[in-house]
């Protein structure tokens, strides 16, 4: 890695696609400001990479995105290398550091809508791929919220091709707050 000032932990390249893309639309170039978005290949890598990143190794500034289901993870390792004592989720967004509820998809559909995904994935060539997913008898009585979330979370690179293709559709006036937040504090 070239000479980076600030580090931004996200779990997955999914994470690490919409915030690019979202830093791109703001009209940010993350690259010329010397933030590295740094996908950790799951929550649990954290304590190495605030090792290396953090106050005790190169000395970053640090924010970081996860889901709800890593919060846990993500507060004892913070707690660990020293950032705080009996983190709250506010204490953690002090530090940068922000929660997907439950995850990014979930966070991305709320922010666009059911329909506007649709759309994306119309758009996609992926609607009857979708369709099947909700004719199967496991989905049928889920929302249409819940089905969309299936059907982005199943598949590595479906989620890493939506992450970006969901938040370049995003009204930039309802971006969900744990993106905004962890690039802002950045």
């Known amino acids: 890695m070239g ?106 559909i709320r922010a666009l809508g059911a329909e506007s995904v649709i759309q994306v994935l119309a758009t996609e060539g992926d609607l009857q791929p979708f369709r099947t997913l909700q004719k199967q008898p496991a989905w049928l009585a889920r929302s249409t919220e819940e089905q969309l979330r299936r059907f982005l979370g199943s598949g590595a690179r479906r989620k890493i091709r939506y992450a970006r293709l969901l938040v370049n559709a995003l009204d930039l006036d309802r971006v969900p707050r744990p993106l905004d937040g962890v690039l802002a504090h950045i």
């Open 3 to 108: 000479d980076i000032r600030a580090a931004i932990f996200v779990e997955g390249v999914s994470d690490q696609q919409a915030l690019d893309m979202l830093a791109r639309r703001r009209g940010r170039h993350l690259e010329a400001e010397a933030v590295s978005i740094v996908s950790m290949g799951g929550a649990h890598a954290i304590r190495r990479f605030l090792d290396q990143y953090g106050p005790a190794g190169m000395g970053l500034r640090l924010a970081g995105l996860c889901d709800e289901g890593e919060e846990l993870e993500v507060r004892r390792a913070l707690q660990q290398a020293g950032l705080g004592n009996e983190l709250s989720r506010s204490n953690m967004e002090d530090l940068g550091f922000f929660v997907c509820e439950p995850d990014l998809e979930a966070e991305l």
